[in-house]
């Protein structure tokens, strides 16, 4: 059985920044993909980040492009979200997403591309 936690979610002013950790346990293989996906009251479920374990590629949802960062530590089936210069409009509940196996990550930002999901850790962002 393979768990997900989230970590590092708060409440910050405009313009802070939050760095959301996620760590994956209980399984011995290890992901092929890590991703961060985020869901506001009322709103479909969007893919903010992701990225490949092997290679290190990368996309972005476009709203936060320039401003998110995802990166991971492949030995520790971890992954990171470092969000700067955040605005109101990022506030949401944040879900860890990873995909343990050899196929099922593309499109890489696509919930059903993975197979395993965090709780979730509110980030919150209002002056």
């Known amino acids: 059985q393979v768990q997900l936690m989230e970590s590092g979610g708060g409440s910050v002013q405009p313009g802070g920044s939050l760095r959301l950790s996620c760590a994956a346990s209980?399984?011995?293989?290890?992901?092929?993909?890590m991703g961060w996906f985020r869901q506001a009251p009322g709103k479909e479920r969007e893919g903010v980040a992701g990225?490949?374990?092997?290679?290190?590629?990368?996309d972005y949802a476009s709203s936060v492009k320039g401003r998110f960062t995802i990166s991971r530590d492949n030995a520790k089936n971890t992954v990171y979200l470092q969000m700067n210069s955040l605005k109101p409009e990022d506030t949401a509940m944040y879900y860890c997403?990873?995909?343990?196996?050899?196929?099922?990550?593309?499109?890489?930002?696509?919930?059903?591309?993975?197979?395993?999901w965090g709780q979730g850790t509110q980030v919150t962002v209002s002056s």
């Open positions: 209980g399984s011995s293989s290890s992901t092929k993909c």
């Open positions: 997403a990873a995909r343990f196996g050899s196929a099922g990550c593309y499109p890489l930002r696509h919930p059903n591309s993975y197979n395993s």
């Open positions: 990225i490949f374990t092997a290679g290190g590629t990368t």
